[in-house]
């Protein structure tokens, strides 16, 4: 299956596969004044379920964190989030 076929279904994750690590430009960044949550960037891979074709996969991207805080009624929501990019997806060898 080709990765436009995954993507067009759904990917569960199974149990504890994910695994994430700050690039060494991201992790060196930490120093800097001024440095935010925001300016993370990494790697990423994972072993997810397909909705699509119920098959078993595994991923590997990249992620960023984006700063998604913002007032409601005068209180501060939301947080800092993961965004995940699946790059390179292939049948998981069984």
Do not use: F
Not at 15 to 22: D, P, Q, R
Request: some cysteine; aromatic content about 10%; overall charge negative.
């Amino acid at each position: 299956m080709d990765l436009p076929a995954l993507l067009s279904g759904e990917a569960s994750r199974r149990g504890k596969t994910l695994y994430e690590g700050e690039t060494r430009g991201s992790g060196d960044a930490h120093t800097e004044d001024g440095w935010g949550s925001e300016w993370i960037d990494g790697r990423l891979s994972c072993m997810p379920d397909c909705s699509n074709c119920s098959g078993k996969i595994a991923l590997a991207g990249t992620y960023t964190v984006r700063d998604e805080r913002g007032y409601a009624y005068g209180d501060e929501v939301g947080g800092y989030v993961k965004y995940y990019k699946p790059s390179i997806s292939q049948m998981r060898p069984t």
